[in-house]
């Protein structure tokens, strides 16, 4: 059984059988704020886990973005690009 970590701490989880209950967002978008920490994570991981593509946008230093933008592609295996805010 497969199960999806929303937090990335292990706090939020989801299996596969819930996973599959979501509206699925494959082939779709969604640009997250603030979404290296915090409740913007747990949503950039929430749309990656119902296999939405993610944009983060965050201010947040370099080797903490790529560290939640790696993590976020390898856990869900979407596509996860950072944007930075202007």
Do not use: C
Not at 29 to 51: E, K, N, Q
């Amino acid at each position: 059984m497969v199960t999806y970590d929303l937090t990335g701490d292990g706090t939020e989880t989801f299996d596969e059988q819930e996973r599959n209950k979501w509206v699925r967002l494959t082939g779709k978008t969604a640009v997250v704020t603030g979404s290296t920490s915090g409740i913007g994570l747990a949503y950039a991981r929430a749309f990656a886990g119902a296999g939405a593509n993610i944009v983060l946008n965050a201010w947040a230093r370099p080797p903490t973005i790529e560290k939640e933008r790696s993590a976020i592609e390898s856990d869900f295996k979407v596509k996860a690009v950072h944007s930075r805010p202007t």
